[in-house]
Nanobody, 124 residues
Framework: QVQLVESGGGSVQAGSSLTLSCAAS??????MGWFRQAPGKDGEFVAA????????RYVDSVKGRFTIARDNAKNTVYLQMNSLQPEDTAVYLC???????????????????WGQGTQVTVSS
């Protein structure tokens, strides 16, 4: 099973930027994704990236503000978050999918390995 370790969360003002990192080790995967969970809410898909081609996928609410990228040599995926808003406040979780589905999944059940999460807090 893939081990995932996130970093880069923090507390920022609205309009600021943060970059999250997720380092993977110990297994093979075909896609990596970011999800977030705010207090009292269900987990929400944020973005995903294929590990073998240029495909990416985003939830509508972050399109144009967030960018997912990967460094294959470092087995690391990044989430660059710009123009952060209070509604982006959540625990952000990195996930890996070790099944070659031929598509980028956006469901939590499709991902097999999870990181511990990193808190992002955006104040107005």
């Amino acid at each position: 099973q893939v081990q995932l370790v996130e970093s880069g969360g923090g507390s920022v003002q609205a309009g600021s930027s943060l970059t999250l990192s997720c380092a993977a080790s110990g297994g093979m995967f075909y896609a990596m994704g970011w999800f977030r969970q705010a207090p009292g809410k269900d987990g929400e898909f944020v973005a995903a990236i294929s590990w073998s081609d240029s495909n990416t996928r985003y939830v509508d609410s972050v399109k144009g503000r967030f960018t997912i990228a990967r460094d294959n040599a470092k087995n690391t995926v990044y989430l660059q978050m710009n123009s952060l808003q209070p509604e982006d406040t959540a625990v952000y979780l990195c996930a890996a999918d070790n099944v070659n589905r031929g598509r980028l999944p956006d469901g939590m059940d499709d991902y097999n390995s999870w990181g511990q999460g990193t808190q992002v807090t955006v104040s107005s």
